[in-house]
């Protein structure tokens, strides 16, 4: 599991939490050890969601003032203007929440993606295994900030989520654990 405290750097609410995938979990990285997200987590992730998906823009622009905020050496790594690095953000968020909501139908597909998503991090956009804390903490903090239903159950959830996604994509990045 991310450490979401130690990305924190003591600042605001807190959103490290307990869930029943905490025990004997591998390290972000191992997707083969890291179990999809569980229904009730799903639920959870889906009903946020959808309290959010109104305000696409509003949670881009939360969740990229979090991220530069906690990591602010990352902001040379996007450009100047958000606009379309915003909109990417919000159908990568809400086509991951399909696919683990669906997992039948759209999960494996999603695995890929995520495991071509995180090569291409990587590879071209110089993305670091370190950086991977920073983005779950704005994500769960954004999506707290624009959610109007907000409980340490719904953070546990969201971060049970950004930890299966990232593990797939830091399966695959050119900066693979030896």
Known sequence: M???GAASGGMGRSTRAVHPAN???APAGAPGNHPR???EAM???QRTAAS???RPVALAEAFYRHLFALAPGVRAMFPDDMTAQNEKLCRALLDGIRALTEPDRYAVQMERS???LGAHHADRLGVLPEHYPYVGHALVRAVGDVSDDWTSST???WIWVYDWMAAHMLSQAGHRRS
């Open 2 to 4: 991310i450490d979401y």
């Open 23 to 25: 025990v004997s979990r």
């Open 37 to 39: 997200p569980d229904a």
């Open 43 to 45: 639920q959870i992730v």
């Open 52 to 54: 959010v998906a109104d």
């Open 114 to 116: 995520l495991h071509r």
């Open 155 to 157: 953070s546990a959830a």
